[in-house]
């Protein structure tokens, strides 16, 4: 992830692999393990896509939705998607999600990762990412854990809030990204 504001290569470093790639596989790893594997991903604010790659590659089976406000990203996660033989498995959808909610269907699992800290009100998205979840799933929030107050950063207690139950919460250490895993009760 970056300090840069809208469609700029977010999480990009010197060669073509996204900075995070590893990371969010291994936290994939870490914390999807209990969960069965889901058949549709959200990847919410997804970039060009480390999520995403990192998603695919974790749930075989599983098609991915990227959204994000960036045509330009969105048309990087394709691309790449298409050298990777992946196409077929991934849906880009453009939306500012400041402005209203794109039709998504249901997820068994949102990722986010360091997008909703760009958001307007990430309160009634972490609401509208709990609609959109299927009961027993979750949501994965990776954010940078220091607070630069411009947004909430608190982010246990607002999915508390929207309905979740919190699984983790963690900081770590290495690089002060905060890992929330949070689950839509009601599960199968
Ligand atoms: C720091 S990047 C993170 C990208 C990717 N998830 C990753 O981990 O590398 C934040 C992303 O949020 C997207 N974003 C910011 N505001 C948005 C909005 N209002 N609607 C949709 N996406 C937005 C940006 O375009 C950007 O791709």
């Avoid at 999915?159 to 699984?167: M, Y």
Wanted: charged content about 20%.
């Amino acid at each position: 992830m970056s300090e840069h504001g809208h469609g700029h290569g977010h999480g990009h470093g010197h060669g073509h692999r996204p900075v995070h790639s590893d990371l969010y596989t291994a936290l994939l790893a870490e914390h999807t393990s209990a969960e069965p594997g889901p058949r549709h991903v959200v990847d919410l604010g997804a970039g060009a896509g480390a999520g995403t790659f990192a998603l695919l590659s974790r749930f075989p089976e599983a098609r991915v939705t990227a959204v994000d406000v960036s045509v330009e990203d969105l048309q990087r996660l394709h691309d790449r998607a298409c050298e990777l033989g992946l196409a077929d498995r991934v849906r880009t959808v453009q939306a500012d999600l400041d402005a209203g909610w794109p039709d998504l269907g249901t997820a068994d699992l949102l990722w986010a990762s360091g997008s909703l800290h760009h958001l307007a009100d990430p309160g009634q998205v972490l609401r509208k990412i709990h609609d959109v979840l299927a009961p027993g799933g979750v949501v994965l929030l990776v954010e940078k854990a220091v607070h630069d107050g411009l947004h909430g950063g608190d982010w246990a207690p607002m999915l508390t809030e929207a309905g979740f139950t919190v699984a983790a919460d963690r900081t770590l250490r290495d690089n002060g990204l905060q890992v929330v895993l949070a689950r839509r009760e009601g599960g199968k």
